[in-house]
């Protein structure tokens, strides 16, 4: 089994965990809409889902499927 052959410094072992800085996630500004969004990705204005500044799909539903009711609703 591998061991090391000398103590890592503190210094050395706080250079090596310096670079977990998270970066903020570029957002923009859709000229169409107006409405702020994450680069590059699609979103929902008013039932409508916009890629690139145009409608990709008119009426656009989720396809995730409602939570399950409980089942004191059952009854």
């Known amino acids: 089994m591998a061991h090391p052959k000398r103590r ?5 072992r706080d250079k090596r965990r ?7 996630k570029a ?12 680069r590059h990705k699609a979103y929902v204005v008013d039932g409508d889902l916009y890629l690139n500044g145009k409608v990709a799909i008119k009426d656009y539903a989720p396809v995730a499927a409602p939570a399950a009711a409980s089942d004191t609703d059952e009854e």
């Open 18 to 24: 310096s670079h977990h800085k998270l970066t903020p």
């Open 8 to 12: 890592t410094s503190s210094a050395t």
């Open 27 to 38: 957002i923009s500004i859709c000229s169409t809409t107006g409405e702020t969004h994450l």
